[in-house]
């Protein structure tokens, strides 16, 4: 039986998972706390140590970005918990904090929060594929998009393209800019965020040098989002998600079908802030990320059919959403559906 065909265990209308979730809903400050304490103080740590590398060896340097990218994810995930209201149990504190990581992670926190909002409400929705999504469209959509559309589609969808430039032009570029928000606080979030960072840089030229800052930076920036779109790719696109049209589509079962179960080795799940309990978290995305493995160990709602390292490989080769049978499929697969007839042009007498 394949991962496909495997029924995933699911809530239903009828079900008490609201009550499940509740126990697991409050923040700890204490935790919180040491959670930043544990991602801030090695992150800034390994920044200053690269910069030092740099007199000694490059390679070094680029060595030492490699756990400075994984607590940038770290940081990212306390950004992220900030944006849902759930790493303190005061508003005011989430937002400081959000919005200070969100400089750290160059990402505006109340332009994020609100796209990030939308995700929650509209995952695995056919008919709301909006903000905060990858783009996916279904067979139908691709037959019938025009040629510029499908190649654009295509690029998009090249891992070569949307883990490595797609995923630096989103954190580096795209964000710095207020195209289509139309809150004021939105957009106020990205000059707030901008400004920051300009002040940052003009900071670090006048110190360390801007140049030895950019050797320091990037390398760590390119890293950290390819990871961090990898993890939010493979959550959404894996063997047997769900996907249904609005009137058929459920909270829940877009919870915990839609999204996945990353299980990943310890270390990778710490530095990945517990977001391989996917399901758990799109379920409630009140629990702090340090509640969840406690919520999946206790509850058999949330046992479901894990996707690992090896197997989310596999996500990387789909591209559509086949409607009819209900899954995932690559580009593969439309040289085994039946060429549409193309109708003859009517004859002018």
């Known amino acids: 039986m394949t991962a496909a065909s495997r029924p995933r265990r699911s809530a239903n209308s009828g079900s008490n998972w609201r009550q499940i979730v509740a126990q697991y809903q409050n923040p700890d400050v204490r935790h919180s706390v040491g959670q930043i304490l544990t991602s801030l103080v090695p992150y800034f740590a390994l920044l200053v140590l690269m910069y030092f590398s740099l007199s000694v060896s490059y390679w070094l340097?680029?060595?030492?970005?490699?756990?400075?990218?994984?607590?940038?994810?770290?940081?990212?995930?306390?950004?992220?918990?900030?944006?849902?209201g759930s790493f303190f149990k005061n508003r005011k504190a989430n937002d400081i904090v959000g919005a200070i990581t969100g400089v750290i992670t160059f990402t505006p926190y109340y332009r994020w929060r609100h796209a990030?909002?939308?995700?929650?409400?509209?995952?695995?929705?056919?008919?709301?594929r909006e903000a905060g999504d990858i783009w996916t469209m279904?067979?139908?959509?691709?037959?019938?998009?025009?040629?510029?559309?499908?190649?654009?589609?295509?690029?998009?969808?090249?891992?070569?393209?949307?883990?490595?430039?797609?995923?630096?032009?989103?954190?580096?570029?795209?964000?710095r800019f207020p195209v289509s928000e139309r809150?004021?606080?939105?957009?106020?979030?990205?000059?707030?965020t901008d400004l920051a960072l300009l002040v940052v840089f003009v900071l670090a030229a006048v110190t360390i040098g801007l140049g030895n800052f950019l050797l320091v930076l990037v390398p760590v920036m390119m890293?950290?989002?390819?990871?961090?779109?990898?993890?939010?790719?493979?959550?959404?696109?894996?063997?047997?998600?769900?996907?249904?049209?609005?009137?058929?589509?459920?909270?829940?079962?877009?919870?915990?079908?839609?999204?996945s179960f990353y299980k990943l080795p310890?270390?990778?799940?710490?530095?990945?802030?517990?977001?391989?309990?996917?399901?758990?978290?799109?379920?409630?995305?009140?629990?702090?990320?340090?509640?969840?493995?406690?919520?999946?160990?206790?509850?058999?709602?949330?046992?479901?059919?894990?996707?690992?390292?090896?197997?989310?490989?596999?996500?990387?080769?789909f591209r559509l959403w086949d409607e009819e049978n209900k899954q995932l499929v690559g580009f593969g697969y439309l040289k085994t559906l039946p060429k549409k007839k193309v109708m003859p042009a009517p004859v002018l007498e």
């Open 223 to 259: 890293l950290g989002t390819s990871l961090g779109v990898w993890l939010f790719y493979v959550q959404h696109q894996f063997e047997g998600v769900y996907w249904e049209h609005h009137q058929d589509w459920d909270y829940s079962k877009a919870a915990l079908e839609g999204s």
């Open 183 to 192: 809150s004021r606080r939105q957009v106020m979030s990205i000059l707030w």
């Open 116 to 128: 990030h909002a939308i995700h929650h409400a509209t995952a695995g929705d056919l008919d709301r």
């Open 266 to 317: 310890r270390v990778l799940q710490w530095f990945s802030g517990n977001i391989g309990f996917h399901h758990i978290h799109h379920l409630s995305p009140r629990i702090p990320n340090y509640n969840l493995e406690k919520a999946w160990k206790e509850n058999e709602l949330f046992q479901v059919d894990p996707i690992t390292l090896r197997s989310s490989l596999k996500s990387m080769t």
């Open 61 to 84: 340097t680029l060595l030492l970005a490699i756990p400075a990218a994984g607590f940038m994810m770290r940081i990212f995930i306390i950004f992220h918990d900030c944006g849902h």
């Open 138 to 175: 279904t067979v139908n959509e691709y037959q019938n998009a025009s040629p510029g559309k499908r190649l654009g589609y295509r690029i998009y969808r090249n891992p070569l393209v949307i883990f490595t430039f797609g995923a630096w032009l989103s954190f580096i570029v795209f964000q």
